[in-house]
């Protein structure tokens, strides 16, 4: 199989496929900087949007089994700001699995694109995860903790802040202690987009009306938070995939509820997305979207075939990943 016949001329990225434990194709496209057209590498670092969640819930998980939390631990009895308007009796495990009803600082219903939030708010300002809090704390609760499944942002946002609360470190120091450094995962982090490392890919977004591409870095936090912006390589992502799987992060016992449905949809577990097949068994992905980035990465245990996608242009990676899963 030609995997080339699946990719569009434009894409901009890299795509690596593992098969029976071993790398089967992985290949860079695109530039990492497009005016000085520096080209991307594989082993170039990406922003992945909401792709981080995975790695805060496993932060969860790990506190849970230290018996540092618990599913059941409300968040008023964790975190020591005001909560407004928001529920004290939502559970940890409610946030995990995206019932939690927290108002959501990004409202799909209400704006289309995630670059609208720096109206009047500086993306810039956005370099702890406490600072998004202003986006969300005076909102309603969308609806009663526990009532449904619905994806929420904010809700991920506040997982960082617990683990801040129970560790006394940032989030982004307990992840790389405690899951990046574990699965040596040694170029996975949280970067702020005017101090970033070498080697990391610039994101961009296409502007129609004056037909040329501009970077997001007025369209997205300028760090990352519990929600989601770190960045990694498609190597590290393999890495963490195989530390996770293999009970190295957290136990196999703690690792089967994760990758468990726990919402009625069955398309959710803690932190991860579940693919139900047509035998009853599940495949499992996480992904990210932002503007000028798409990310998706995912593990079919059965076919013990991993695909990962990230873009650096917001190309189709969803589309390719499924060319690609159903051809193989």
């Not at 990962?308 to 242009?313: H, K």
């Amino acid at each position: 199989m030609r995997i080339e016949e699946f990719i569009d001329e434009d894409f901009s990225g890299v795509i690596s496929i593992s098969e029976n434990g071993a790398n089967v194709y992985r290949k860079a496209f695109g530039y990492a900087d497009l005016p000085n057209k520096v080209a991307n590498q594989v082993d170039t670092k990406f922003a992945t949007a909401s792709a981080g969640k995975v790695f805060v819930a496993v932060a969860i998980l790990q506190l849970i089994e230290q018996s540092r939390l618990s599913f059941d631990r409300y968040i008023g009895d964790i975190l020591n700001f005001d909560l407004k308007n928001i529920d004290p009796h939502i559970t940890v495990g409610q946030f995990l699995n995206h019932t939690s009803g927290i108002p959501d600082y990004f409202d799909e219903s209400i704006m289309k694109n995630y670059d609208e939030l720096w109206i009047d708010y500086p993306n810039y300002k956005i370099r702890t995860s406490s600072d998004i809090i202003p986006l969300f704390i005076h909102k309603p609760m969308i609806y009663p903790a526990g009532e449904k499944f619905q994806y929420n942002n904010s809700g991920f946002v506040v997982l960082g802040l617990i683990i801040e609360s129970i560790t006394g470190l940032p989030f982004d120091v307990y992840l790389r202690e405690n899951v990046f450094i574990p699965c040596n995962m040694l170029d996975t982090g949280y970067y702020e987009l005017d101090r970033l490392p070498a080697q990391c890919a610039n994101a961009y977004v296409y502007d129609h009306s004056r037909q040329e591409f501009y970077s997001n870095i007025y369209s997205v936090d300028v760090k990352g938070t519990g929600a989601g912006g770190a960045f990694t390589t498609v190597m590290d992502i393999e890495k963490f995939w195989a530390g996770l799987l293999a009970g190295q992060l957290i136990s196999k016992t703690m690792l089967k509820k994760m990758l468990t449905p726990q919402v009625k949809e069955e398309c959710y577990g803690y932190g991860i997305w579940l693919d139900k097949k047509d035998n009853g068994t599940f495949s499992y992905h996480f992904e990210g979207c932002d503007p000028g980035v798409s990310f998706f990465s995912s593990y079919d245990r059965e076919r013990d075939l991993q695909i990962t996608l990230v873009s650096n242009f917001g190309c189709d990676v969803w589309k390719i990943f499924e060319n690609i899963s159903n051809a193989k």
